[in-house]
């Protein structure tokens, strides 16, 4: 079974020619990869990957110069039907993500914090301040979820769920933190009505 997946790269490096290399845990089987095509993020390459779980990085064909081994990733791709995942890469990151990456917004998380209604009755750690991190209920009737690392932003929300209290479906608000800076990320929760 395949596991089809298009990975995007800025390639912020500035390789002359990017290229992917993709390898599987205890097996020989690699993929050299040249780009498929450029999107408005850079170029991006379309992996057929064996396994559900393959690690890659990129180097530049142009002068055989390969990222730091401190940038080699991973995916596990999650293909829906009759389709391909995608992953988002930065150059200067070993992060993967599941969204178009945003810029970062000049907002520490307690000031974010600080302008989100909270469900009344929640718990909010006060431990060194606000930092909004795990789920928090707000007081609108969606939840905010907050992530220390945007490769820790693969949500799933099990549970039983009424919407009859909404008049809209609820949506989620979701940041990423690398020092002290944030930004929106999107995140997908996925549903299921009924028992």
């Keep these: 079974m395949a596991f089809p997946v298009r990975i995007h790269f800025d390639n912020s490096a500035g390789f002359g020619t990017p290229r992917l290399h993709a ?33 890659f990085k990129f180097r530049d064909d142009a002068i055989g110069r390969w990222e ?22 930065k150059g200067d990151r070993a992060f993967v993500y599941h969204g178009v990456p945003k810029p970062l917004q000049p907002i520490v998380a307690s000031q974010m914090v600080r302008g989100v209604p909270i469900a009344p009755g929640s ?23 907050g992530f220390y690392r ?20 609820p949506t989620a608000k979701v940041w990423q933190c690398c020092s002290t800076r944030y930004s929106t990320i999107p995140i997908t929760i996925s549903i299921r009505y009924g028992r």
């Design 123 to 145: 718990y909010v750690p006060g431990t060194g301040g606000l930092s909004g991190l795990g789920a928090l209920p707000v007081a609108s009737g969606g939840v905010l979820f």
């Design 68 to 89: 730091d081994d401190g940038l080699a990733r991973e995916a596990w791709p999650l293909p829906p039907p009759g389709g391909r995942d995608e992953i988002w890469c």
């Design 150 to 169: 945007p490769n820790a932003a693969r949500v799933y929300v099990a549970g039983d769920f009424t919407f009859a209290k909404w008049s809209t479906r």
């Design 23 to 55: 390898w599987y845990d205890r097996s020989a089987l690699t993929h050299d990869q040249a780009q498929a095509g450029t999107d408005s993020f850079g170029p991006y390459f379309d992996v057929d990957a064996v396994r559900n779980f393959v690690r």
